[in-house]
């Protein structure tokens, strides 16, 4: 308080000091004095001039932080230019000039915000919600106090209006510096741009996937079966749908193809219905002794055995019939009875287990 230098002076002393500590209060709870605001008029005034002079009907609810500067302008610099909402502390009341209070602290210089931006960057406060309203920061405006905390700019204003003083939510200090930010902002982008990023390369792996799927079978049994009966379905159905649907003509190419087969056939018939001379057969004998064929192509056992006996004068094995074929083939008779029982068709044509040639045959002694 102030010294006391005479009796005469105390209630001049006494008198200043409470104007100015009254007047520091008033400033500080931001409360008006409603003896000074102006009397009512007594006269009417119509309703619409009324809505139109009041400007306080269509004023939304909010303190005053600072000059407002655009969040968008001609370039992404700009909208992301941070600046201080209040770069000059306001004037000393009566009561600071006396020494009654402590004045208001300094404006911080670049160098300050710059080790109070990087302690809240180390504290994370930006990849947080916001403290009050518990919501991301996303593209909304951000502020960052001079106590290193961060929080919505709206937020942090209706949070002033309600307790009617400045005071930080979290740390409780009062008189704090405020600075708009982005960081919340450009973190947001950051986290949209991964996102889709890993949203496109999951849809690009997944489209390889079942690229791969339908062109791979798999090694599962099951799964295997399933994809080639699903393979075959597909293929069925695209036949079904580039396929003429005219049924006569269809009716008709399968008729022709009928007729087709019947004409090879008989032709196969005539050919094998010619019988071969005995002039023939010794020509066909006589390749077949060139060849120098011993043993059957069946069983693959000896064709021409000798008939030498053991000591008690039996054969040492029995001799078998063989039979020779128009293409200079030998095989045993029976073997040849047996693969031509086992193969499949109603023809009765046969063709050579060696040359796969329709044939006449001929039985040969032992």
């Not at 009654?100 to 931006?117: G, N």
Request: glycine share 4%.
């Amino acid at each position: 308080m102030l010294r006391k230098k005479g009796h005469s002076a105390k209630p001049a002393n006494c008198a200043i000091t409470a104007a100015a500590l009254q007047d520091h209060i008033l400033r500080d709870l931001q409360i008006r004095n409603p003896s000074r605001a102006p009397p009512p008029s007594k006269t009417k005034v119509p309703k619409t001039e009324a809505r139109a002079k009041s400007p306080q009907r269509n004023r939304k609810p909010g303190v005053d932080t600072g000059p407002k500067k655009p969040t968008q302008g001609p370039g992404l610099e700009d909208a992301e230019k941070e600046y201080v909402l209040e770069p000059h502390p306001p004037p000393l009341t009566l009561a600071q000039k006396l020494g009654l209070f402590d004045p208001p602290p300094r404006p911080l210089s670049s160098a300050e915000w710059e080790r109070v931006k990087q302690r809240s960057v180390l504290q994370g406060d930006s990849l947080q919600p916001c403290p009050i309203c518990k919501e991301e920061f996303e593209l909304r405006p951000q502020v960052l106090l001079s106590c290193s905390h961060v929080f919505h700019r709206a937020c942090l204003q209706a949070f002033e209006k309600f307790t009617n003083k400045k005071t930080c939510p979290l740390c409780r200090k009062n008189q704090y510096q405020t600075r708009v930010i982005h960081d919340g902002a450009r973190l947001f982008r950051t986290q949209c741009a991964t996102r889709i990023q890993a949203s496109w390369r999951g849809h690009v792996v997944r489209t390889w996937y079942r690229d791969l799927r339908r062109r791979v079978p798999p090694t599962d049994a099951k799964l295997r079966r399933k994809f080639f009966e699903e393979k075959f379905t597909e293929i069925s159905r695209r036949l079904l749908r580039s396929y003429h649907t005219d049924l006569e003509q269809l009716f008709a190419d399968i008729d022709h193809c009928l007729a087709v087969n019947r004409s090879v056939l008989r032709q196969l018939e005539r050919e094998r219905g010619g019988e071969l001379s005995e002039e023939d057969w010794g020509k066909i004998q006589t390749q077949a002794l060139h060849r120098e064929t011993l043993e059957c192509s069946i069983c693959l056992t000896p064709l021409s055995l000798s008939v030498r006996g053991d000591d008690d004068g039996h054969p040492a094995h029995p001799s078998r019939e063989t039979v020779l074929l128009s293409c200079s083939h030998v095989f045993h008779h029976t073997c040849l009875l047996a693969l031509e029982e086992f193969s499949v068709g109603d023809s009765p044509l046969h063709a050579c287990p060696l040359c796969r040639s329709c044939y006449q045959k001929k039985r040969l002694g032992c």
